[in-house]
């Protein structure tokens, strides 16, 4: 029963910054969402790419239970043990070197760039631009809209902290045109999450790789949301044939917990006491949730488990592309996918696909995203494109 408008509160009480369907969502297990009437979802959105183990994992539960009640916070100012922890998987885990924890995607890439300048300074005459590219997203701090290239997303913001260039993506000839003497570092995602799931070509990155190599330019890999296993390897450079120098982490590290991650390469890690810092970062509780997560992802080779039931996904929309002249192009990496439609019905596909108890993201009227939790099987593949073909069929 439901005793509360929950909706209406939220327009008394909280900025409205976002638009949201109307069920209030109460309870979370695996890949399903219950509202407060009991309807469940099967849940396509994942928290944003978050929930990557599912929502309420009994490790992630067990882990926050357990430390909860040894040790929540310290300031950084003393050694705490699961951040240390979570550091060595994920620099074992990698080809980077070092580690710094932070609270978010955002805040992971703000130290990036500030990490790059510092190492300008120190290497290249106080070199401190860089170039990013349209469509990116690279979260919503002032810094980082000026790195994310989407104009609907500056211009309420101007003037915005200089130093940024956005050029199209996907594009070797543009980088270099772009590259000046205050070039640090190039910055993109290996697949672009918001601005529509475009997938890096291997060449570009490779070119890039080696663009940075001749210029002295550090690569700036933002895999906030490609990483943890997301495209089918524990991060998406795995399958480009490239390292980069700095890597940034956040939305599945946690499984649903806030942290975030920057690694750099041991050249690159110029950071000295002082330099850089955060409150929570790093804290005892998200690390431990961390350490979780992952060794639930390597232990159960849930990268393997992306690329089966990804490579399902894509040849089930696929269909929908033969299917419907509504649909016309497919594409992803891993479990992270989109199919787009003509004639700007996004929102109404998605509202109605939920209306049937499927939760699927909308990135632009033309764009549908899907990022389910990484542990589905191929059920659950099957139910989510039934339910979308049902959908497509009323259009
Ligand atoms: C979500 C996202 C961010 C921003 O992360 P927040 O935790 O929202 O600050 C940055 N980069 C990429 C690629 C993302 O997908």
Known sequence: MITTAWPDLEKTYLMYNIKRPPMVMVRGEGARLWDETGRDYLDFVGGWAVNVLGHCHPAVVNAIQQQAARLIHTSNQYYTIPQIELGKILVQNSVLDRVFFCNSGAEANEGAVKLARKYGKIHKNGAYGVIS????????TLAMVAATG??????????????????PFNDLEAIKAATNAETIAIMIEPVQGEGGVNVADPDYI??????????????????????????????????????????????????????????????????????????????????????????????????????????????????????????????????????????????????????????????????????????????????????????????
């Open 206 to 395: 490779k070119g890039l790789r080696h663009w940075c190599d001749e210029n002295g330019l550090l690569l700036i890999l933002d895999e906030v949301q490609t990483g943890i296993a997301r495209t089918g390897t524990l991060f998406a450079y795995e399958q480009m044939g490239v390292e980069p120098d700095i890597m940034t982490l956040a939305k599945g590290l946690g499984g649903g917990v806030p942290i975030g991650a920057l690694l750099a390469k041991q050249h690159a890690a110029v950071f000295e006491p002082g330099d850089h810092g955060s409150t929570f970062g790093g804290n005892p509780l998200a690390c431990a949730v961390g350490v979780a997560v992952m060794n639930e992802v390597l232990t159960h080779n849930i990268a393997s488990n992306v690329v089966q039931v990804g490579a399902y996904l894509a040849e089930k929309l696929q269909a929908l592309v033969q299917k419907y002249p509504l649909v016309v192009a497919e594409r992803g990496l891993g479990l992270l996918r989109a199919i787009d439609l003509q004639d700007g019905v996004g929102s109404e596909v998605v509202n109605r696909c939920a209306e049937e108890g499927l939760l699927i993201n909308m990135v632009s009227p033309n764009t549908l995203r899907f990022m389910p939790p990484l542990i589905i099987s191929q059920a659950h593949v099957d139910e989510a494109t039934e339910i979308l073909d049902q959908v497509l069929g009323e259009f």
């Open 150 to 167: 989407k104009p609907h997303y500056q211009i309420p913001y101007t003037p915005l902290p200089a130093g940024f260039v956005n050029v």
């Open 133 to 140: 590219t349209l469509k990116g997203f690279h979260g919503r």
